[in-house]
T-cell receptor, first 112, second 110 residues
Framework: KAGVTQTPRYLIKTRGQQVTLSCSPI?????VSWYQQTPGQGLQFLFE???????NKGNFPGRFSGRQFSNSRSEMNVSTLELGDSALYLC???????????FGNGTRLTVT | LAKTTQPISMDSYEGQEVNITCSHN???????ITWYQQFPSQGPRFIIQ???TKVTNEVASLFIPADRKSSTLSLPRVSLSDTAVYYC???????????FGTGTRLLVSP
């Protein structure tokens, strides 16, 4: 079974631009969640989608948004990029609420 | 929030058993305990999950005492490839409550 796939692996953007990251979950997994990982803050939860609906949201500004499609694939968008948005963005999928999370290898975003 | 506390780092040698303990004093009744391993520039990888007592799989064991306020990940006979950061996660599937701690950086030496 293929794992969680995230594209692109690396991105370089400038301040003020916007970016869209993509995540393809494991086949059959309907829950997709997103995380931001930085050296200073560690792994932080952004939001979770289940059956195309945002079910949970972390404590991030509205510049961070996402969506999930009918095939469970998910996208995350960050608008008006700031230098502090430079991070590894991780996507994870899971079968149900108490099932383990399966992570992709992330998208490394650098904002200059 | 079920905050977790782990040692920042641990050192070991190849072939030894490594035990990493995680404290989660305010764990809720419905919370599960899950451990992940992360290598640089990769996403965390699931190791083991448990609710109480002991769980064992092909790579690790998880010990959870009766009060569930802590848990211990046990890695038997570690190798150099076990050098990674290990995270303890406590939650009930409600993602707003998921908090990854700072993790434990394990260094295995020859």
């Amino acid at each position: 079974k293929a794992g969680v796939t995230q594209t692109p692996r690396y991105l370089i953007k400038t301040r003020g631009q916007q970016v869209t990251l993509s995540c393809s979950p494991i086949s059959g997994h309907r829950s997709v969640s997103w995380y931001q990982q930085t050296p200073g803050q560690g792994l932080q939860f952004l939001f979770e989608y289940f059956s195309e609906t945002q079910r949970n949201k972390g404590n991030f500004p509205g510049r961070f948004s996402g969506r999930q499609f009918s095939n469970s694939r998910s996208e995350m968008n960050v608008s008006t990029l700031e230098l502090g948005d430079s991070a590894l963005y991780l996507c994870a999928s899971s079968l149900d609420r108490n099932s383990p999370l399966h992570f992709g290898n992330g998208t490394r975003l650098t904002v200059t | 929030l079920a905050k977790t506390t782990q040692p920042i780092s641990m050192d070991s040698y190849e072939g030894q058993e490594v035990n990493i303990t995680c404290s989660h004093n305010n764990i809720a009744t419905n919370d599960y305990i899950t451990w992940y391993q992360q290598f640089p520039s990769q996403g965390p990888r699931f190791i083991i999950q448990g609710y109480k007592t002991k769980v064992t799989n092909e790579v690790a064991s998880l010990f959870i005492p009766a009060d569930r306020k802590s848990s211990t990940l046990s890695l038997p006979r570690v190798s150099l490839s076990d050098t990674a950061v290990y995270y303890c996660l406590v939650g009930d599937g409600g993602f707003q409550k998921l908090v990854f701690g700072t993790g434990t950086r394990l260094l295995v030496s020859p």
